[in-house]
């Protein structure tokens, strides 16, 4: 193995696909397949959006501006990927498996890209990096499909109440535990985070839910319920 | 291997996922897993949405009415699933790996449950079932993510005029093939097919493009241009 693949092992190992391996097994896994190590200065453009995705990219080291273009060439801001994370991923193995936004290092970076038939092998040869690589996928499609329920719903309120409703009924108890940090939740919302921390504040002040930390128990049920259907 | 399922695996072999092996390999990998087999009456209730998924169902006989349950209790048609075919596949591995929709029979209809585990299984001893589990869900991830874009746009004929130079800019050719079918490609911009369809004609009729089929030549390049640009 290279030195400097060795070197980064240990912040591989700080990805959720790789956490599971010592630092010994790791060395192990990718004694076996071959991957190449990009340095991307600051500032660079590392890839155009369309770029067919070939490896799995995991940003080792530095950070990441992902950016769209609109059609009139303008940059619009996607987000910032900082290091330990994959990029990407889960398009990887889709039929039209292209880059969806453009890179560009915001600081010195590194990514290491696993190929894709490398990733299969390892996947093959190791049950836990298989169920990850599904579990994300999987993770991936229900916040997108509930993201799409979302935006037909057209006030912050009446998006928060049908959810707290919904984990109710899913959850089968007055009490429940948001499956996500506000910061996921706002963005399942497609609103600022600010206005989402607001929106529960004020049904906490109005005495329909209390809330410590990710528990949210609902105290006026009917109360809730009807903010659910307000227009 | 009980006389019914050995029944049922030509029909497991008409599913994608299963379709690139023979019936003496399915009769293989079948032998090493237990599966259940549910029989569904005609007009029953099989599944009522936010039943956790443990297993792959895969509808081999009969057909399916998907719905939702409004929050008033209203049932709204999401889709009918006709046999062959997996039910709810990309939430298995989830987290929330919940069924998002109820299940009632339209027919007298039979699903055959794989546990999870055991399609795990399948999959690390089977590359080719591997790669369409991870293929499957990347394509999913790739058609939510399309249609939250397409979301955004408003008149059918700027989604399609930006649609078109979209693929334009991927396939890097005035001549593109369509990746979807029209009625899929009416799904991922959320609008009834008959709508789409008068839209491409229109566009036809404008001297804008040409269309063959699945294939597409842009003629007039700028008119398409204003056309995404339109409000």
């Given at each position: 193995?290279?030195?400097?693949?060795?070197?980064?092992?240990?912040?591989?190992?700080?990805?959720?696909?790789?956490?599971?391996?010592?630092?010994?097994?790791?060395?192990?896994?990718?004694?076996?397949?071959?991957?190449?190590?990009?340095?991307?200065?600051?500032?660079?453009?590392?890839?155009?959006?369309?770029?067919?995705?070939?490896?799995?990219?995991?940003?080792?080291?530095?950070?990441?501006?992902?950016?769209?273009?609109?059609?009139?060439?303008?940059?619009?801001?996607?987000?910032?990927?900082?290091?330990?994370?994959?990029?990407?991923?889960?398009?990887?193995?889709?039929?039209?498996?292209?880059l969806?936004?453009?890179?560009?290092?915001?600081?010195?970076?590194?990514?290491?890209?696993?190929?894709?038939?490398?990733?299969?092998?390892?996947?093959?040869?190791?049950?836990?990096?298989?169920?990850?690589?599904l579990?994300?996928?999987?993770?991936?499609?229900?916040?997108?499909?509930?993201?799409?329920?979302?935006?037909?719903?057209?006030?912050?309120?009446?998006?928060?109440c049908?959810?707290?409703?919904?984990?109710?009924?899913?959850?089968?108890?007055?009490?429940?535990?948001?499956?996500?940090?506000?910061?996921?939740?706002?963005?399942l919302?497609?609103?600022?985070?600010?206005?989402?921390?607001?929106?529960?504040?004020?049904?906490?002040?109005?005495?329909?839910i209390?809330?410590?930390g990710?528990?949210?128990?609902?105290?006026?049920?009917?109360?809730?319920?009807?903010?659910?259907?307000?227009?």
């Amino acid at each position: 193995m290279i030195p400097e693949l060795k070197r980064l092992l240990p912040k591989m190992q700080q990805c959720e696909l790789f956490h599971f391996f010592s630092l010994e097994e790791l060395v192990q896994l990718f004694n076996n397949i071959t991957v190449e190590i990009d340095r991307i200065p600051k500032g660079k453009l590392y890839a155009q959006r369309g770029k067919p995705l070939e490896s799995l990219m995991v940003l080792l080291e530095g950070e990441l501006s992902a950016d769209m273009l609109n059609i009139e060439g303008q940059v619009l801001k996607v987000e910032n990927l900082k290091a330990p994370s994959p990029v990407a991923a889960g398009l990887l193995f889709a039929s039209q498996n292209f880059l969806p936004v453009q890179l560009t290092a915001l600081h010195p970076s590194t990514i290491v890209k696993i190929p894709k038939e490398s990733l299969l092998f390892l996947a093959g040869q190791e049950p836990r990096i298989l169920d990850k690589l599904l579990s994300d996928a999987g993770n991936k499609i229900h916040f997108l499909a509930e993201k799409l329920k979302f935006l037909q719903i057209n006030t912050i309120e009446k998006k928060l109440c049908t959810y707290i409703w919904e984990q109710k009924n899913l959850q089968n108890s007055n009490t429940i535990e948001l499956p996500y940090t506000i910061q996921t939740l706002s963005e399942l919302f497609g609103i600022p985070r600010p206005s989402l921390s607001r929106s529960l504040g004020l049904l906490v002040d109005e005495g329909i839910i209390t809330r410590e930390g990710k528990e949210i128990k609902i105290v006026e049920i009917e109360k809730l319920f009807e903010r659910c259907l307000l227009e």
